[in-house]
């Protein structure tokens, strides 16, 4: 017996042992040739606790969709191209559209925009990049139904090219949100030759844009590889040899990485994993308003309680938004009553950071609309889509209980709730948190406006409706600017949507990158790196 | 060789069966549409969309059309990479053998040394303390088990790296984690088989020639107490490569499972049928080649 357990003992310890040693030489080597070879490979690339470690390693949750910068409507893939494609119009760190691929620009009338464009910029393989690239570009998106941007840029009626680098884009109707259209999702400008010389396919796995820094290698669901492009107009990055952009799926794993070093910055990270990165040593946690305001939009049907205005009232004075805001989401969100928040065109500074909570008032409001001994109602949520939904809503449930709202809270699978909530199928009420890359008051009261508010919800409002349209085709920006408050200040009081908190994006970075997070969630590496 | 012909026919209908089931699943769960456009598309943009991917046909045109493109090796693009299903699923196959070989080697190397040691010391302190152990690795849930090693040796003795794929050092962690449980259940099979086969006559019979213990243990026994340990790992290779998905998400591995997983989110059907298709043909040849190993192992075995 005693033997056994002495040979058992040792052959724990050499397994130990081999694993110990094995360990050692992984990180001496990795670490060595990081130095020399600048990123020849994984293992190089993840070293970056070494001081002369010249790569930028960011990490993920989802790989990137492709390289069709039309086509993917994702943040995450909008991060990466970014880096890769200039845009005509670029938004800075504060949030200001400025000038990118053009020098300047016009308005020649309500429907001809005229653009200048700088000279001198090249493509990753050195090919010029000239109007008609602009003119390949955008007329793609606007003319291919199949392509998910179509839906916001098919407003591009044509683009004239003038010279090589002047043209005019021709809008259908006037365009107030053309810069703003130009400077989003898929702003990226395409170059003609190489995709017309090379095929489609050969462009999505071989992508060249005109950014700053050049496609090196896409390991699906594993890593982006990125290097500096010497010849960027912006100026050439000189303080890393590489960026890769890592796919870690899971948020303990991401953290456990940036922790030991393996990568410099994390995204997508909750307000509950802040405390774990602060108590660690040399990384912390950093976190920037996004553009995802968390609403409940509301049944307006005859035959739900919600079509009375009184239960709609009760409803959002029952809710305590900044204890929400506070506990729940760790301070990491603002209450507001509007989803035009500030840095929005047509934004309503009286609406945001405000909460209309009054618990008494609400139980009052309950009894006038007729339930003195409550009411009973269904709130709809999609099941692992938005941040802390789950919470929030069992919060919400419980705060309106307070006031005499029995809510049943049924989580459903994300296709489903979108089925449910486009039909009107949701019951009273439905949890959602919409983005806003437009930065522009439009997207966001699209929805009253239109039949989108009658299917939904059955709202309605002709004032809504005219107002809309008329700032939609407005090229009067301070006109334009108090339609959408108007409208605002309507839905405020009619509630087809009750909007509960503008959520903040947080990260986790090494203490030696210097970064910045953007109200856009773009992850533009000149920001901070030069 | 009829018999090898024979089995590989039958794969046909079972892919049909599959393919179908797949699909319908996939059908049933949800709209594509509504995860691959704005959150707050509209309807009408959503009915668009639909119409323009062909989505609005009905279920049986739509599989129709599938099976059609199928048999002409076509799976159709995938909604969100926007290439060839196929091409997408058979570069990630790579990452999955060398996970899954990685995690049968693992598993193997534990298993059997202690599977025949925990036989041969029945019931002494050896075998309860394998047999506990067994139970403990099999009970232990797979994220759990990968969070520890990585909080162990990646972040507080900084010996491993975290997750990703690239060296050999990347492959450990995973390894274990994904090998533990199959260890687990190999060396609880290999202990009771051995101790059956250790009472055998032949057994007796070897001793009374005066074999060694060595001989009789690894030569003798052990052989014949492998049919259902190659039954184990022949099941557990279907498993791990219809993806380890647990492991990859941990160790952030870019195999199949967590293909497969974003496919069936997104409700990517080209890419889901890709995956279980050649899933399905993986788990069939797998099976295939377990059945004529048994013949090796035991030449008593005869398939007509």
Not at chain 1, 193 to 215: M, T, V
Request: charged share 20%.
């Amino acid at each position: 017996m005693l033997k056994s357990i002495k040979v058992f003992t040792l052959i724990f310890l050499v397994v130990v042992l081999v694993a110990c040693n094995g360990g050692q030489s992984s990180t001496s080597t990795s670490s060595g040739s990081t130095n020399e070879e600048a990123g020849q490979n994984s293992n190089e690339v993840e070293e970056s606790n070494n001081e002369e470690d010249r790569t930028l390693v960011i990490g993920i949750p989802t790989d990137i969709k492709s390289f069709d910068i039309h086509d993917h409507n994702q943040i995450i893939t909008e991060a990466v191209h970014i880096n890769i494609f200039s845009y005509l119009l670029k938004r800075d760190k504060e949030m200001e559209v400025q000038p990118d691929l053009v020098k300047d620009y016009k308005v020649i009338d309500d429907e001809v925009w005229e653009f200048d464009l700088k000279e001198g910029v090249t493509f990753h393989n050195g090919d010029v990049l000239t109007a008609n690239d602009v003119k390949f570009t955008l007329e793609r998106v606007a003319k291919d139904e199949a392509l998910t941007e179509h839906s916001r840029l098919k407003v591009i009626k044509e683009v004239k090219v003038l010279d090589d680098h002047k043209f005019q884009i021709i809008t259908d109707g006037p365009q107030p949100t053309l810069i703003n259209l130009l400077s989003r999702i898929g702003s990226g400008i395409l170059p003609q030759k190489y995709i017309e010389e090379n095929g489609w396919d050969h462009f999505l796995s071989n992508p060249i844009g005109s950014g700053a820094f050049k496609f090196v290698e896409w390991r699906r669901d594993d890593r982006i590889i990125l290097e500096p492009y010497e010849n960027y107009y912006g100026g050439n990055i000189q303080d890393v040899d590489q960026v890769v952009f890592r796919v870690v799926p899971e948020v303990m794993t991401r953290i456990n990485e940036l922790i030991t070093g393996g990568v410099d910055i994390v995204t997508d990270l909750t307000p509950d994993d802040i405390t774990r990165i602060e108590d660690a040593e040399g990384v912390s946690a950093t976190s920037a308003p996004s553009q995802r305001v968390a609403l409940l939009g509301i049944q307006h049907r005859e035959g739900y309680v919600t079509s009375d205005p009184k239960v709609r009232e009760a409803i959002e004075l029952a809710i305590d938004n900044e204890a929400i805001t506070e506990h729940v989401l760790k301070g990491e969100a603002t209450p507001t009553r509007t989803r035009v928040t500030p840095g929005n065109f047509g934004s309503n500074p009286d609406l945001f950071n405000t909460q209309l909570y009054d618990i008494e008032r609400a139980k009052q409001l309950l009894q006038e609309a007729g339930y003195p001994n409550g009411v009973d109602i269904t709130l709809t949520v999609p099941s692992d889509r938005y941040l802390k939904s789950k919470e929030v809503n069992e919060t919400i449930a419980a705060m309106l209980k307070q006031a005499g709202i029995n809510v049943n809270v049924q989580f459903v699978e994300y296709s489903r709730f979108v089925e449910m909530r486009n039909t009107g199928d949701f019951g009273d009420l439905y949890f959602a948190a919409y983005g806003n890359s437009l930065f522009d008051g439009s997207i966001a009261l699209e929805e009253f406006a239109t039949e989108t508010g009658k299917e939904r919800a059955g709202y309605e409002n002709q004032e809504i409706a005219d107002l809309w349209n008329e700032a939609h085709t407005n090229m009067n920006t301070q006109v334009r600017s108090k339609q959408y408050q108007k409208i605002q200040e309507i839905v405020a009081e009619e509630r087809p949507h009750l909007y509960l908190y503008l959520q903040n994006e947080v990260y986790g970075t090494s203490d030696k990158v210097n970064f910045t997070p953007r109200t856009d969630s773009m992850i533009v590496i000149e920001d901070f790196i030069q | 060789m009829t018999y090898i012909i024979r089995r590989l026919f039958q794969v046909i209908p079972v892919l049909i069966i599959v393919s179908f089931l797949v699909f319908l699943f996939v059908y049933l769960s949800g709209d594509p549409v509504a995860l691959m456009l704005p959150e707050d598309a509209s309807q009408a943009e959503i009915e668009n969309m639909r119409k323009v991917l062909g989505l609005d046909k009905p279920f049986i045109v739509q599989y129709g059309i599938f099976l059609l493109n199928a048999v002409n090796g076509d799976f159709g693009q995938s909604f969100i990479y926007k290439q060839e299903a196929l091409g997408i699923v058979l570069e990630r196959l790579p990452a999955t053998f060398e996970l899954m070989i990685a995690s049968i080697i693992v598993s193997t190397i534990i298993a059997i040394p202690l599977g025949v040691w925990s036989a041969i010391r029945r019931n002494t302190f050896v075998d309860l303390f394998i047999s506990s152990s067994s139970i403990l690795g099999k009970a232990m849930p797979n994220f759990w088990l990968g969070m520890m090693l990585v909080l162990l040796f990646s972040v507080t003795l900084q010996l491993l790296p975290v997750s990703g794929k690239g060296t050999i050092y990347h492959l450990i962690l995973p390894a274990i984690t994904a090998g533990t449980a199959m260890a687990a259940q190999l060396t609880r099979m290999l202990r009771s088989h051995m101790i059956e086969v250790l009472s055998q006559d032949y057994i007796r019979t070897a001793r009374s020639k005066g074999l060694g213990s060595f001989v009789i243990i690894f030569k003798h026994a052990l052989r014949n107490s492998m049919l259902p340990v190659i039954t184990i790992i022949a099941l557990q290779i279907s498993t791990l490569v219809g993806g380890a998905l647990i492991t990859e998400t941990v160790f952030s591995w870019p195999g199949l499972g967590q293909l497969i997983i974003q496919a069936i989110h997104a409700r990517d059907m080209a890419v889901v049928q890709a995956c279980v298709l050649v899933i399905a043909v993986f788990v069939i040849v797998v099976n295939l080649l377990a059945d004529l190993l048994y013949r090796v192992v035991d030449p008593r075995i005869k398939y007509n």
